[in-house]
């Protein structure tokens, strides 16, 4: 069975600088997606980042990018000009078979 | 476009009542998919229902637990006879076919509860 995992359950980072939450996940397969989803305390999970397992190229989403090890099964998640807004819980899943599992997530503070 | 619509927000019930959770998918999305959250822990999957269909409950408590999507009007998860240990946050989510490779578009929950 597929399982993600977050070692961290909480972080700190100074407003502006850069950050990096971990994940690593199990599989046995060869073709399945990666996310990252923020949820702040209104509740709404919302769509941060997604990677293509079949593509080596890390994905980037303005301030947000990944490191996508496949071999290791790590999928980890730079925050860069960490910013107050970016306060939340962040989740790693995975994605295969019209499942997505969940990690449990790590809670990021933002310091002013 | 409103998105996934999840009505009730927060629910109370009383131990042995029933909990009715709808939810309405983005215009167009024939793909529903019900998580629970509970309290600091990430979503776990429930169930996968399609109109009229259910495609996978792997995910669902054997008992007091029910899911549908009817060919009109919202998705309802119903659980029977609440106990406290079901309260925690119940989110939905759809998606345009299985379209779940671009991730889901998930509604902002609702709290269930239990006194």
């Known amino acids: 069975a597929q399982t993600v995992t977050q070692s961290q359950p909480e972080m700190s980072v100074q407003e502006a600088e850069t950050v990096t939450l971990s994940c690593t996940y199990d599989?046995?397969?060869?073709?399945?997606?990666l996310f990252w989803y923020k949820q702040p305390p209104s509740r709404q999970m919302i769509l941060v980042i997604r990677?293509?397992?079949?593509?080596?190229q890390n994905a980037t989403e303005n301030r947000f990018s990944v490191n996508f090890q496949k071999a290791a099964k790590s999928f980890s998640l730079k925050i860069s000009d960490s910013q107050l807004g970016d306060a939340a819980m962040y989740f790693c899943a995975y994605y295969r078979d019209d499942k997505i599992i969940f990690g449990k997530g790590t809670r990021l503070h933002i310091l002013p | 476009n409103a998105g996934v619509m999840q009505n009730p927000r927060h629910l109370v019930r009383r131990r042995g009542q029933e909990a009715r959770l709808r939810c309405s998918p983005m215009k167009g999305h024939s793909h529903v998919y019900w998580y629970r959250q509970l309290p600091e822990e990430g979503l776990k999957f429930m169930v996968y229902l399609q109109k009229e269909n259910i495609i996978d409950e792997s995910g669902m408590p054997k008992e007091r637990f029910s899911a549908e999507f009817p060919k009109e009007g919202p998705s309802i998860l119903r659980i029977q006879q609440v106990v406290r240990g079901d309260s925690a946050a119940y989110f939905c989510a759809s998606s345009l076919g299985t379209g779940g490779a671009y991730g889901y578009t998930f509604g902002s929950g609702t709290r269930l509860t239990v006194v």
């Open positions: 990677q293509e397992a079949y593509k080596q």
């Open positions: 599989t046995s397969e060869s073709d399945y997606y």
